[in-house]
């Protein structure tokens, strides 16, 4: 069992940054594949970001890439989202999930949320 809390999000202005942080509870951690979401006001929820268990190979939806990393630090139990040049359709909640079987594969955890607004 995994226990997921993001932190992190907030509002700011188009072209700012943020750094998106998720802390996992359990000394498994390092042997998951994280993820990020995000699920915007009447949309579905849609993949972000994300990275192996190991941290060596990751992959972004379209719309992030070059603008988003995600990272992680397995001795902390911690994964990032650095966000930057950030846009007012990168508004939504954020959510972070962890998979026993693979960052293209299905997520078996899921962390609360953090809200992210971006004004104009």
């Known amino acids: 069992q995994v226990q997921l809390v993001e932190s992190g999000g907030g509002l700011v202005q188009a072209g700012g940054s943020l750094r998106l942080s998720c802390a996992a509870s359990?000394?498994?951690?390092?042997?998951?594949?994280m993820g990020w979401f995000r699920q915007a006001p009447g949309k579905e929820r849609e993949f972000v970001a994300a990275m192996t268990w190991s941290g060596g190979s990751t992959y972004y939806a379209d719309s992030v890439k070059g603008r988003f990393t995600i990272s992680r630090d397995n001795a902390k139990n911690t994964v990032y989202l650095q966000m930057n040049s950030l846009k007012p359709e990168d508004t939504a909640v954020y959510y972070c999930?962890?998979?026993?079987?693979?960052?293209?594969?299905?997520?078996?955890?899921w962390g609360q949320g953090t809200q992210v607004t971006v004004s104009s």
């Open positions: 999930a962890a998979s026993r079987t693979g960052m293209r594969s299905q997520y078996d955890y």
């Open positions: 359990g000394r498994t951690f390092s042997r998951y594949a």
